[in-house]
């Protein structure tokens, strides 16, 4: 089965410019969210995708968007970017195992990340 | 509101000896408490989770994780240190009954010494 895949892993972007990074999920899970991992934040939470909806949205500003296909595949997209989004951006799919305490997938799998460089 | 603490930014061992990882969680039901480990320019790989029943949970490369609910604790340990172990390692837990939201702690960085 194959993993989460994210395109592309490495970019340079410039100051004011905007990007669009890819997240291919495990085929059937319907769950993509994505994070923000820098030295100095850790690791935050942007959004998380389900079924093409928005279902979770962590605090960051609207310049930071996303959306999800009918194949579950998401994008996200940073526009207008500054020095400070360099970071590596992570994706993790999951099956929603929503109120089912016996799931045996419960765990996010996560993909090898996009490193963003703005200068 | 759900929420992960790993107390430590940083965690030395000497290779051979015991490891400890510290976590501890706040959730309003029941938690469901994960384990992952990042090696450096990668993505986060799973180690092992708790979802109910034994309170010892066994998962990959030989960890394992007490969960303690009376301490809100979940900690990562394993018998004997390997220079391979030394990564960044990060304790989540999942709110499944609202918001399928994960919350991951803060890091903990792992150095296993020769």
């Known amino acids: 089965k194959a993993g989460v895949t994210q395109t592309p892993r490495y970019l340079i972007k410039t100051r004011g410019q905007q990007v669009t990074l890819s997240c291919s999920p495990i085929?059937?899970?319907?769950?993509v969210s994505w994070y923000q991992q820098t030295p100095g934040q850790g690791l935050q939470f942007l959004f998380e995708y389900f079924s093409e909806t928005q279902r979770n949205k962590g605090n960051f500003p609207g310049r930071f968007s996303g959306r999800q296909f009918s194949n579950s595949r998401s994008e996200m997209n940073v526009s207008t970017l500054e020095l400070g989004d360099s970071a590596l951006y992570l994706c993790?799919?999951?099956?929603?195992?929503?109120?089912?305490?016996?799931?045996?997938?419960?765990?996010?799998?996560f993909g090898q990340g996009t490193r963003l460089t703005v200068v | 509101a759900q929420s992960v603490a790993q107390p430590e930014d940083q965690v030395n061992v000497a290779e051979g000896n015991p490891l400890t990882v510290k976590c501890t969680y706040s959730v309003s039901g029941n938690p469901y408490l994960f384990w992952y480990v990042q090696y450096p320019n990668r993505g986060l790989q799973f180690l092992l989770k708790y979802i109910t029943g034994d309170n010892l949970v066994k998962g990959s490369y030989g960890f394992e994780a007490e969960f303690n609910k009376s301490q809100t604790s979940f900690h990562l340990k394993k018998p004997s240190a390997l220079v391979s172990d030394s990564a960044l390692y990060f304790c989540?837990?999942?709110?499944?009954?609202?918001?399928?939201?994960?919350?991951f702690g803060t890091g903990t960085s792992l150095t296993v010494i020769p």
């Open positions: 993790a799919s999951s099956t929603t195992g929503t109120g089912n305490v016996r799931a045996k997938n419960t765990e996010a799998f």
């Open positions: 989540a837990v999942r709110e499944l009954n609202t918001g399928n939201q994960f919350y």
């Open positions: 085929s059937g899970h319907r769950s």
